[in-house]
């Protein structure tokens, strides 16, 4: 099966944020240990089904990675939106573990990258599913699910 197309939200103008769901890019982003990992650059999204597929997050300057290198994609579904401040929370990552998550420079996104992304999540075992989009990762629903904008 081809792999859809994806695209950073900002370059598609006759797309936004879903009525009802906050943009939450400029938030931070925290992992299960609560300590900042960096702040929501970008969204990823499959414009054939409307659907955020990615956060783009710009991790913090404290982990020291260079410039090229500083920047993480996280599949929605792994991430949940807090009820009440404007954070990200990621409770597969650590501070620790986020040096070894796999890096994202804005290149297309290949299925291997995406495999390597799962890996590094405990997720695995998603990356034979023939529907990769439509597996829990990637459950936009989920992440939303704590806060809607009012």
Do not use: C
């Not at 459950?139 to 939303?144: H, I, K, L, P």
């Amino acid at each position: 099966m081809e792999t859809p197309i994806l695209r950073r939200l900002r370059d598609m103008t006759d797309f936004e944020v879903a009525d009802g769901n906050p943009d939450v890019r400029g938030w931070t982003v925290r992992g299960a240990d609560g300590q900042a990992l960096g702040t929501v650059f970008e969204l990823i999204v499959e414009p054939d089904v409307l659907k955020v597929r990615y956060l783009d997050v710009e991790l913090d300057g404290r982990f020291n990675i260079n410039e090229h290198e500083n920047h993480i994609l996280l599949p929605i579904g792994v991430a949940a939106i807090d009820a009440d401040g404007d954070n990200v929370f990621v409770p597969a990552l650590t501070a620790e573990s986020v040096l070894n998550y796999p890096p994202y420079v804005e290149i297309q996104i290949t299925r291997e990258y995406e495999e390597a992304m799962l890996r590094a999540l405990g997720k695995e075992g998603q990356a034979a599913n023939p529907r990769f989009y439509e597996q829990e990762s990637f459950d936009a629903d989920s992440f939303y699910s704590n806060r809607r904008a009012s």
